[in-house]
C-alpha cells in the first residue's frame, strides 16, 4: 500500500510514537455559498470563532469572541433566602407544590440584573413615552416591511432594538366605506402599542392580545388616512408579530372586503434607551461581521468545504478563465482568523473589506495603511470589544480608508482578524482590547501566511489526530454533505456516521482550548444578540454533555477549559449555599454565564434543582479515571468534588414517611414541577459521595469525613419501580406512560452515572421499560442522550436508531419540535444547539467501547448497520488507549496501549483477559482476545 505523507502524523505519548493516518475524505462540501447561517461552516481557535457563509460577490464571515456577553460582575444571590428553605420545604413535604412554588417565587430565586431599580426606571421611562403625538412623517422615515413574525429585530437598522418606535402607513378608504365604522386588525403585537388614525388614538393594548380596533366613522376621511403605531417593546423581539394575513382594515360587518396593510409602511425611532431589562443571566453576544465584496462576474465550478483533517475552509470557483481560491481558519497559535484569497492569474485580486456590528455601539477606524479596526460596546453590559482587520498582499494597490479596506488588482490577499474585550476573568473587565489587538497584529506581520497556516495545521492536527475511524465508504460518500443529510435515511451511509463523529471533535478543538472558556450551548459561534437560551451554560445535561466525547475520543485537554469553570464555580457557588442554604460547600443550578451566577434562575418549577455542582464533579473524577493524575485529583478535583459533598451532607434531610434522606426542594429537570426528592438527585450524590470515598482513598485523607459519607450514601432514598415497571422519576410512584418529556433525568444513573447496570438487573429493565415509555423522539441533546443510554444497555440497533435520528434533515421538518441535522451538520435543537452534536459523537463511542464497569467491554453495542470498521486512539478509564477493527460484525483484533502501567482487564463476547501493563508499552489480541 502506499502510504501518503500528508495524512500521516507522529504522536509522541511518554515516549512512544503512534502514526495514526485519517483514511477517507473528511470534508463537508456544497455547491453552493451559504444562504443561512446554519449552512454557513464554523472555524474556532477556542476563543474567535467565525461562521464562513462564501458567497462569490459578497463573503460574508460573521464572528465571535468567546467573552463577549452582555451583563457584568454582579451578585446573583437573593439575600435572606435561606430563610424560606424550610417552609417552602415544608410545603412540598405537605403535598401544597402550588404554594411551595409561589413562595420559591416570590423569595427563593435568585437577584435579576437592574432587578432593584427597574420598576422605577421603567415606568419613568415610559410616561415620557405614552403620550407623545405622532410626529409627521418626514423624509428622514425609513421604510419597513411588516408584518416582522419573528421581531423588528430581523429588519435591517432594528437589531437588537428595544424601545419605542413609530410606524405608519396610509388606509386608502373608497367612496363606499364611507360612513362606516372600520375594523382594524393590527394582530400581535410587542409589548404596548398606541394606535393613531390621522393623529387621533383610537386604541392601545398592553400585552400579547390581538389587537382589533374599532376607528369609528367621524374619524375617517375618504381617500388617504394617516394609520400611525408608536410601538413599545421592553425586551427582546418587538412590533408586529403576527404573520402577513392579520395587518388589515375592513368596514364593519363586511369582513370579506378587506384591505390589506401587510407590506411597505415607515418607521421612525422614537427612543432606543429604555432602562436595562432585568434578567437572571447573561448573554453570549455576536462580535461583529466582516463582509468581501467583489466585482460582479460570471461563475461556474463553485465549491465550498470544510476539511476536518486541517481545520480550514475553502471557497473556490472560476471566472472568464480564471481560478479563485479563498481558504480560511481560525488560529491557536497566532489568535488571529485568516481569509487568504488568490487566483491562478496575476493582478485578479479586486475587492473591498468592511466590517460591521449588530451592536448599537459601534465605531469603524482606521489604523494604520493596512489595519481597519472596530470598537464596540455591548448595550445592558460592560463590555468592550476591539477587533483589527489587517491586509497583507502581493501586488495590486491597498487603500484603507477610514470605513473599509479596499485591494485593486493583486496577485494575492490575506486578511488577519483579532478580536479580545476588557474581560479578564468573572470579576474582572479591566482589559485592554486595544493592546490585545496590537499585539497579536503586530506578531504576524513578520510572519508569512504559509508559516501561519503551517503552525495552524500542526496546533490542531495535535488535537485531531490523536484518533481515527473508519467505518466503511457508502454509496453516498462523494455527495455533497446537504445531499448527503437528505440521503441518510435511505441508504447506508456508514462514512457519514464517522465524519459526524470526527465533526463534534472538531468542533470541541475548535470551541474549548486551555486558557480559554468552555463551550457554551452553541460551542463558539452565535449571530443573534438575543440568543436561544442566551447561549448560556445550561448544567442540567447541555454543558456537561458538552464534555462526553472529550476523554474517550482523546481530547481531554479540551476539558481544561471545563475545569476551569468549575473551579469558578466553586467560588461562587459557595456564596450561594451559604445565601440560600445556610449551608457549607457550594451548589449551582441549572444555569451559569459568563459572570458565573449560581442562583437558582427563571421558574421556581424548574429553576431550583440543586444537583449542578455534583454533576459537574463527577466529570473531574471521571478525568481522573482516565488520567490518573493524581496532582489534578488533589490540587483541583478532590476540594471541589469534597465542597459539593459538604452541601449535600448538609441539605439531604429524611423523609419522615421512609427514613430515608432525600434532596428537598429541587426539581427532576424541567419536569413536574418543584418536588421533594427527584430520583436523578439521588443518582447524582450517589455518585459524587462514592467518587469522594474514593478519591479520599487514592488520596489517603478525610477518613472520618469518607465516613460520614459512607453512612450518608446507605441512608440516600433507592432508585424504585414503579407500578409499571417502570423506574420511578420520583419519590412517589406517578410517573404518566404516555409522558413523552425529552428529559430523561431519572436516567441519569444508567448514563452517564453508573448507579444502574447489568450487576442490578431489575433496576435496568425498569429503566429499559421508562426509556420505551419515554419514546426515540425528542429535541437534539435528548435524542444524543438516549443513544447513549442504549448503548449502556447493550442494545446497539435501538443506539443506532436514535443516531439516525440525530442525523435526520432539520431543514424539512414536519414544523414539529424534533432534533436533527442542519446543513452545516449543527445539530438542532431545534434552533441550533451544540451540545447534541457532541452526546451524538460520545453515543457512537460509546457503542464501540465501554469502561465504566471493572473492564474494558469492546464492542459492547455494535448495531448491525456497521458491521465493519477501524478504530484508533479511543480511550478506556484506567489509562488506556486502543485500535481495535472488527469486520463481520466480528472483534478482529485489538491493540491496547496502557499510559500507565494499570492492570488491563478486556472483555469481548464473554471472554475476558486480564493482564498486568507497564507504562508506554502496548499490548496485542486477536478476536479470541489471547495476547500475540
Ligand atoms: C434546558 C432544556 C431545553 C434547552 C435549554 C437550553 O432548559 O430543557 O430543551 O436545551 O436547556
Not at 464562513?52 to 439575600?79: A, F, S
Not at 396593510?261 to 466582516?290: E, K, S, T
Not at 445550561?538 to 468549575?566: D, G, K, Q, R
Not at 427514613?659 to 430520583?679: D, K, R, Y
Request: hydrophobic share 35%.
Amino acid at each position: 500500500m502506499k502510504i501518503r505523507k500528508s495524512l500521516f502524523i507522529v504522536i509522541f505519548m511518554f515516549g512512544v510514537v503512534r502514526v495514526f493516518a485519517q483514511s477517507q475524505p473528511l470534508k463537508l462540501w456544497y455547491k453552493q455559498p451559504a444562504q443561512k447561517w446554519t449552512d454557513a461552516l464554523p472555524v474556532g481557535n477556542g476563543r474567535i470563532g467565525g461562521m464562513v457563509y462564501g458567497g462569490v460577490v459578497e463573503d460574508h464571515i460573521q464572528y465571535n469572541e468567546q467573552t463577549l456577553w452582555t451583563g457584568g460582575p454582579r451578585d446573583y444571590n437573593r439575600k435572606g433566602a435561606v430563610k424560606y428553605l424550610e417552609p417552602i420545604r415544608k410545603l412540598l413535604s405537605e403535598g401544597k407544590q402550588a404554594e411551595a412554588e409561589a413562595m420559591a417565587q416570590q423569595h427563593f430565586m435568585g437577584m435579576k440584573s437592574n432587578e432593584l431599580n427597574y420598576a422605577a426606571d421603567s415606568a419613568k421611562w415610559f410616561n415620557a413615552m405614552k403620550d407623545i403625538r405622532p410626529p409627521l412623517k418626514s423624509k428622514e422615515w425609513t421604510p419597513i416591511t411588516l408584518p416582522t413574525e419573528q421581531g423588528w429585530e430581523t429588519a435591517p437598522g432594528l437589531e437588537g432594538l428595544d424601545g419605542a418606535v413609530w410606524f405608519t402607513t396610509t388606509v386608502n378608504v373608497p367612496p363606499d366605506w364611507q360612513g362606516k365604522n372600520l375594523v382594524l386588525n393590527l394582530g400581535r403585537i410587542r409589548d404596548i402599542d398606541f394606535t393613531y388614525v390621522n393623529g387621533k388614538r383610537i386604541g392601545s393594548t398592553n400585552g400579547t392580545a390581538y389587537r382589533k380596533y374599532t376607528i369609528p366613522a367621524a374619524d375617517v376621511h375618504l381617500g388617504s388616512n394617516q394609520l400611525s403605531v408608536l410601538v413599545v417593546n421592553f425586551y427582546d423581539k418587538g412590533g408586529f408579530t403576527s404573520n402577513t394575513k392579520t395587518l388589515s382594515v375592513y368596514p364593519e360587518g363586511r369582513e370579506s372586503d378587506v384591505i390589506s396593510l401587510a407590506g411597505a409602511w415607515h418607521y421612525h425611532v422614537q427612543d432606543d434607551n429604555p432602562p436595562a431589562y432585568p434578567r437572571y443571566n447573561a448573554d453570549y453576544q455576536p462580535f461583529a461581521d466582516l463582509y468581501l465584496q467583489f466585482p460582479k462576474q460570471e461563475i461556474t465550478d463553485y465549491k465550498r468545504d470544510l476539511d476536518l483533517t486541517n481545520a480550514t475552509v475553502h471557497v473556490t470557483y472560476k471566472a472568464d478563465g480564471v481560478n479563485y481560491a479563498r481558504e480560511y481558519f481560525s488560529s491557536a497559535p497566532d489568535q488571529v482568523m485568516a481569509v487568504h484569497l488568490t487566483a491562478d492569474k496575476p493582478g485578479k485580486i479586486t475587492l473591498e473589506a468592511l466590517l460591521s456590528s449588530l451592536h448599537k455601539n459601534y465605531v469603524i477606524r482606521k489604523i494604520d495603511d493596512h489595519t481597519l479596526a472596530i470598537s464596540l460596546k455591548v448595550k445592558d453590559g460592560v463590555l468592550r470589544g476591539v477587533s483589527y482587520l489587517h491586509v497583507q498582499s502581493i501586488g495590486g494597490k491597498v487603500v484603507v480608508s477610514p470605513k473599509s479596506i479596499s485591494v485593486t488588482g493583486a496577485n494575492e490577499a490575506t486578511f488577519y482578524l483579532t478580536a479580545a474585550t476588557n474581560f479578564k476573568n468573572y470579576h474582572d473587565v479591566s482589559g485592554n482590547p486595544e493592546a490585545i489587538c496590537k499585539k497579536q497584529i503586530a506578531a504576524i506581520t513578520t510572519k508569512s501566511y504559509a508559516t501561519i497556516k503551517a503552525a495552524h495545521i500542526r496546533d490542531y492536527q495535535k488535537y485531531f489526530n490523536t484518533f481515527s475511524i473508519d467505518l466503511g465508504k457508502g454509496e453516498n460518500a462523494d455527495l455533497p454533505t446537504d445531499e448527503r443529510i437528505l440521503k441518510f435515511g435511505k441508504s447506508p451511509d456508514p462514512s457519514f456516521i464517522s465524519l459526524y463523529m470526527q465533526f463534534g471533535r472538531y468542533l470541541l478543538i475548535s470551541s474549548s482550548r486551555p486558557g480559554g472558556g468552555p463551550a457554551n450551548l452553541q460551542g463558539l459561534w452565535n449571530n443573534l444578540l438575543t440568543p436561544p437560551w442566551g447561549s448560556k451554560f445550561t448544567t442540567n445535561i447541555n454543558l456537561e454533555m458538552n464534555y462526553w466525547p472529550a476523554e474517550l475520543l482523546n481530547l481531554s485537554t479540551c476539558s481544561e477549559p471545563f475545569f476551569s469553570i468549575v473551579d469558578d464555580l466553586a467560588k461562587t457557588g459557595h456564596e450561594t449555599a451559604v445565601e440560600h442554604y445556610g449551608a457549607p460547600g457550594w451548589v449551582l443550578h441549572h444555569n451559569t454565564d459568563l459572570w458565573r451566577g449560581t442562583a437558582p434562575v427563571n421558574a421556581s418549577n424548574h429553576g431550583i434543582w440543586v444537583s449542578g455542582a455534583a454533576w459537574l464533579c463527577h466529570q473531574l473524577w471521571e478525568h481522573y479515571l482516565y488520567s490518573g493524575d493524581k496532582g489534578f485529583l488533589q490540587k483541583r478535583a478532590y476540594p471541589e468534588m469534597k465542597g459539593a459533598a459538604e452541601f449535600f451532607v448538609h441539605f439531604l434531610v429524611k423523609n419522615p414517611k421512609t427514613g430515608c434522606l432525600i434532596s428537598t426542594p429541587s426539581n427532576s429537570p424541567e419536569h413536574g414541577g418543584l418536588v421533594a426528592g427527584p430520583t436523578m438527585d439521588h443518582q447524582i450524590i450517589r455518585d459524587l459521595f462514592k467518587n469522594c470515598i474514593e478519591a479520599a482513598k487514592v488520596l489517603n485523607i478525610d477518613r472520618a469525613f469518607a465516613d460520614t459519607l459512607k453512612l450518608k450514601y446507605s441512608q440516600i432514598a433507592p432508585n424504585k419501580i414503579g407500578k409499571y415497571g417502570q423506574l420511578q422519576e420520583w419519590l412517589e410512584d406517578k410517573d404518566d406512560t404516555t409522558d413523552t418529556h425529552r428529559h430523561i433525568s431519572h436516567m441519569w444513573g444508567v448514563y452517564p452515572g453508573t448507579d444502574i447496570t447489568f450487576k442490578t438487573p431489575e433496576l435496568l429493565k425498569a429503566a429499559e421499560q421508562s426509556m420505551k415509555y419515554r419514546g426515540d423522539e425528542g429535541t437534539g441533546w435528548s435524542i444524543a442522550w438516549k443513544v447513549n443510554i442504549w448503548a449502556r444497555m447493550h442494545q446497539g440497533d435501538h443506539a443506532y436508531l436514535m443516531l439516525s435520528k440525530l442525523l435526520s434533515p432539520a431543514d424539512v421538518s414536519s414544523g414539529k419540535e424534533k432534533g436533527g441535522v442542519y446543513h452545516n451538520l449543527f445539530d438542532a435543537h431545534p434552533p441550533f444547539q451544540i451540545d447534541g452534536n457532541f452526546g451524538g459523537a460520545a453515543g457512537l463511542a460509546e457503542m464501540l467501547l465501554q469502561s465504566q464497569g471493572d473492564a474494558i467491554e469492546l464492542l459492547p453495542a455494535l448495531p448491525t448497520a456497521l458491521p465493519q470498521g477501524n478504530i484508533k486512539g479511543i480511550c478506556a478509564r484506567g489509562g488506556f488507549v486502543l485500535d481495535f477493527e472488527w469486520q463481520n460484525g466480528q472483534l478482529k483484533n485489538v491493540e491496547v496501549f496502557s499510559k500507565l502501567g494499570k492492570t488491563c482487564r478486556l472483555s469481548y463476547a464473554g471472554k475476558t483477559v486480564d493482564i498486568e501493563t507497564q507504562k508506554g508499552k502496548s499490548y496485542r489480541f486477536n478476536a479470541d482476545l489471547k495476547q500475540l
